[in-house]
């Protein structure tokens, strides 16, 4: 069965450094991949979808790759700030579902 | 302003209890979604539609039912079969449903509703 998987390690990095999350997954061939933020006790918000045409795709400080070979995705945000603390998913459409299937997410800690 | 309203954002439920959590939206989106979300775990779907009058079980639809009589309108009930309720739920809804190739809609989230045992 397909699998996500997102370190379940908190990222804490400097203000100003860029962070990069990491998105893998297996036994699947998505035509999509999308990133979400979710802050605590919120519902998630829509970053950025890349498709698997698209080998990288950017909004302002945003950056998403996709690698279809190595089935991993790579958010990155450059200049990060202490704001861009959250959670942050990634989640790919199902196969033989017509839902989403998302990861447990990456926690971002940005020190001032 | 467009969005997905869900209520009550705190739920307390007793055993023995049928609770039902509401979801609105009011964005004219076809598809709407259930999840679970249990401490440092990402969401688990539990029930999804993609149209009015038709509904699909998740992953762990077992305890939970669902209704699509109107389009804005998704309730999710918690029934006294699931023995571990207590968990933060979110709705969510696109224009149109995940799997499709070609698809390039987001979902929109609610803010939750934290549901505990008394």
């Known amino acids: 069965s397909q699998k996500i998987e997102q370190n379940s390690e908190a990222l804490n990095i400097q203000e100003g450094k860029t962070a990069t999350l990491t998105c893998n997954y297996t036994n699947y061939s998505p035509a999509y991949l999308q990133w979400y933020r979710q802050d605590p006790g919120r519902g998630p918000v829509f970053l950025l979808l890349i498709r698997e045409n698209e080998k990288e795709k950017r909004k302002e400080r945003l950056k998403v790759t996709f690698d279809t070979t190595l089935k991993q995705s790579l958010f990155h945000i450059t200049a990060s700030q202490p704001a861009d603390s959250a959670t942050y998913l990634c989640?790919?459409?199902?196969?033989?579902?017509?839902?989403?299937?998302f990861g447990s997410g990456t926690r971002l800690q940005v020190q001032p | 302003d467009g969005g997905i309203t869900q209520s009550p954002k705190y739920l307390f439920r007793k055993e023995g209890q049928n609770v039902t959590l509401s979801c609105e939206q009011n964005?004219?989106?076809?598809?709407m979604y259930w999840y679970r979300q249990d401490p440092g775990q990402g969401l688990r779907l539990i029930y999804y539609?993609?149209?009015?009058?038709?509904?699909q079980k998740g992953d762990i639809a077992e305890g939970y039912s669902v209704s699509r009589e109107k389009k804005e309108s998704f309730p999710l009930t918690v029934t006294s079969a699931q023995k571990n309720p207590t968990a933060f739920y979110l709705c969510?809804?696109?224009?149109?449903?995940?799997?499709?190739?070609?698809?390039?809609?987001?979902?929109?989230f609610g803010d939750g509703t934290r549901l505990s045992i008394l």
């Open positions: 989640a790919l459409p199902d196969t033989g579902r017509r839902a989403l299937t």
């Open positions: 964005l004219n989106h076809d598809a």
């Open positions: 539609s993609q149209i009015v009058n038709d509904f």
């Open positions: 969510a809804s696109s224009i149109d449903y995940a799997g499709q190739a070609n698809s390039n809609q987001p979902q929109h």
